[in-house]
């Protein structure tokens, strides 16, 4: 069972997202807000695996929400859930340690298909979202982070970036599950990380 949480300023978008997941097998929403003051609070006492991150709060920002709460709660996974495909906020949201960034036009089936794969570790994003964040993976840039990796290396860190697991990326490269397994804990050595999302953070962060 999957536990999620809802974070939307707008009533009816909490209750149809709220009833979708309680509806849908494997899902349970353990709470649902309509402030980040209020979210900041009761998501440390609650712990779900996932949140449902609204940017356009009133008072405090989902991005200020999750910045500070994940520095609480290391293990619950955000997904910012906007209107926007605005390259600032989303860079701010993964910075802050969100793992995912979807517009609320997202179908019912691809939401859920989103949380299940942030909760198993991945980086679901909107196609438009994952374009905008690999066409800012500026692999010229002399400051980038990504120049002391390897030409495999930074194929195997945009695959990541994509949300493909690992078994995804040795097919899509036609090479072993170590292969890729080896590639990706050197990426996290260089990098001086320890997960994919924190790899992700520490590239994709404003520079």
């Known amino acids: 069972m999957i536990t999620v949480a809802i974070v939307d300023d707008l009533k009816e978008i909490r209750?149809?997202?709220?009833?979708?997941?309680?509806?849908?097998?494997?899902?349970?929403?353990?709470?649902?807000?309509?402030?980040?003051?209020?979210?900041?609070?009761?998501?440390?006492?609650?712990?779900?695996?996932?949140?449902?991150?609204?940017i356009n709060l009133p008072g405090l920002s989902g991005i200020e929400a999750v910045g500070q709460l994940k520095d609480k709660c290391p293990?619950?996974?955000?997904?910012?859930?906007?209107?926007?495909?605005?390259?600032?906020?989303?860079?701010d949201?993964?910075?802050?340690?969100?793992?995912?960034?979807?517009?609320?036009?997202?179908?019912?089936?691809k939401l859920l298909e989103a949380?299940?794969?942030?909760?198993?570790?991945?980086?679901?994003?909107?196609?438009?979202?994952?374009?905008?964040?690999?066409?800012?993976f500026r692999m010229n840039d002399p400051l980038n982070k990504v120049n002391i990796l390897t030409q495999k290396e930074k194929e195997i860190l945009k695959a990541l970036s994509q949300g493909l697991r690992l078994k995804e990326i040795a097919a899509e490269m036609h090479v072993g599950m170590e292969t890729v397994?080896?590639?990706?804990r050197h990426i996290?050595?260089?990098?001086?990380?320890?997960?994919?999302?924190?790899?992700l953070n520490k590239v994709f962060g404003k520079r």
């Open 15 to 54: 209750e149809g997202l709220q009833l979708l997941i309680d509806s849908s097998t494997g899902f349970s929403c353990l709470d649902a807000y309509g402030n980040a003051e209020d979210a900041i609070i009761g998501l440390q006492r609650s712990i779900p695996d996932v949140v449902l991150m609204d």
């Open 75 to 91: 293990g619950i996974q955000f997904i910012m859930s906007t209107v926007y495909e605005d390259d600032s906020k989303i860079f």
């Open 93 to 109: 949201s993964l910075k802050a340690g969100a793992s995912g960034y979807l517009v609320k036009k997202t179908t019912p089936d």
């Open 115 to 136: 949380i299940t794969e942030v909760y198993k570790g991945g980086s679901p994003m909107s196609t438009n979202i994952a374009r905008r964040v690999i066409s800012s």
């Open 181 to 184: 397994r080896t590639h990706t």
């Open 188 to 199: 996290y050595e260089k990098l001086q990380v320890q997960s994919r999302t924190e790899a």
